[in-house]
């Protein structure tokens, strides 16, 4: 849209300064300033990097070892805790104080690594579309050649193109599992421990991410056309530019296990057990990237010496990337974002 608004501006320029009968000589040294708007539809891609750290020791033997699963993070600290000891079934529940010999074990309905994993899903991009102001000042040059115009200029802008995303992580899940064990033997059994087991999880927690764009300079060579006071012109060159990413995550997970067992004529035992595991992640980086300008405009001359522009360009500063790395030093998460967008402006020019 904002294209096609700038193209239609400079045929309205171009047919009006067509139709006027005064003549303009555009050779000569002109500064300038002007104001506009600038805007950019480029997105950050976030990719969650797994180095394949595995925690194969008990929940309370050493240190959390996280994982990424499908942009969702979990400790391996809360996910022994959470999902192993349901499943290790030949050891579930409390230790019973009946005696006998344990002789079957019954099935841990829903107690499987396949149900719903219990982590919060994260995102994977991060939508860029603001519309910001932007002031510009610029010096120049032009030499014509009968109805040919060479020039160049050079401008700054001062504008600050940004990113600013954050959102709360809340997730929680529960697991319920049953069984039943003989433990006296003989067919039929004679005496049944029945175990009842539930574990808890849940997650909270933020993310935040920010970048900008800001104080884009170009040096660009120009090429138009002159027809009398008007002036309609291509122009491209180097840009650059003041770039800033910053990012910082957090997740606090708690895991609940509770679990008890009875005969059905014996007192109930009772036991339980958790863990709590925190885990953050922060970076931050800025540097002046250098690309490139290309765009167009057109230039009226209302008198020898004063001009109204309109013109606009696209600048690419390439693309950049900002990895987060967790306050255990196992797992990461990168975003990468391309610096680019348009701006589109009109002014004043004088002309020497």
């Excluded at 700038?6 to 309205?12: E, G, K, Q, R």
């Excluded at 040294?29 to 394949?52: C, I, K, L, N």
């Excluded at 160049?152 to 995303?165: H, I, P, R, T």
């Excluded at 004063?306 to 390439?318: A, Q």
Aim: proline share 3%; charged share 15%; hydrophobic share 35%.
């Amino acid at each position: 849209m904002s294209m096609r608004l700038f193209l239609a501006s400079v045929a309205l320029v171009g047919s009006a300064g067509l139709a006027a009968a005064q003549d303009h000589d555009w050779t000569g040294v002109y500064v300038g300033a002007s104001v506009g708007v600038t805007g950019s539809e480029s997105d950050a891609s976030v990719r969650y990097d797994d180095p394949g750290a595995s925690y194969s020791g008990s929940a309370s033997a050493g240190a959390p070892h996280g994982r990424w699963e499908n942009g969702m993070y979990v400790s391996d600290l809360a996910r022994e805790e959470h999902y192993d000891n349901v499943r290790a079934s030949t050891t579930y529940g409390p230790t019973y104080g009946y005696g006998g010999t344990l002789t079957s074990v019954g099935s841990l309905d829903g107690a499987t690594l396949g149900v719903a994993d219990p982590i919060s899903p994260w995102i994977n991009s991060i939508a860029n579309g603001d519309i910001n102001v932007v002031g510009s000042l610029r010096i120049g040059a032009n030499y014509q050649l009968g109805p040919v115009v060479f020039g160049a200029e050079v401008d700054g802008s001062l504008m600050k193109q940004a990113v600013d995303k954050a959102f709360a992580i809340g997730e929680g899940a529960t697991i319920d599992a049953s069984t039943s064990q003989c433990i006296v033997g003989g067919s039929p059994c004679t005496t049944t421990y029945y175990t009842d087991y539930q574990s808890e999880y849940s997650q909270s927690g933020g993310f935040t991410f920010e970048s900008e764009a800001s104080n884009i300079r170009t040096a660009r060579a120009r090429l138009g056309l002159a027809a009398g006071p008007v002036l309609v012109y291509a122009t491209g060159g180097v840009a650059s530019g003041d770039i800033r990413m910053k990012t910082s995550a957090s997740v606090s997970e708690q895991v609940d296990n509770d679990w008890s067992g009875d005969t059905g004529s014996s007192p109930t035992d009772v036991g339980s057990g958790g863990v709590t595991n925190n885990t953050s992640w922060s970076a931050s980086d800025s540097e002046t990237k250098y690309g490139f300008a290309v765009g167009g405009g057109a230039s009226y001359a209302v008198t020898d010496n004063v001009i109204l522009t309109l013109d606009g360009y696209y600048y690419d500063l390439g693309r950049h990337s900002l990895t987060a790395v967790d306050n255990h030093g196992e797992t990461s998460y990168t975003i990468s974002q391309d610096f680019d967008g348009y701006v589109v402006r009109s002014g004043l020019e004088y002309q020497f």
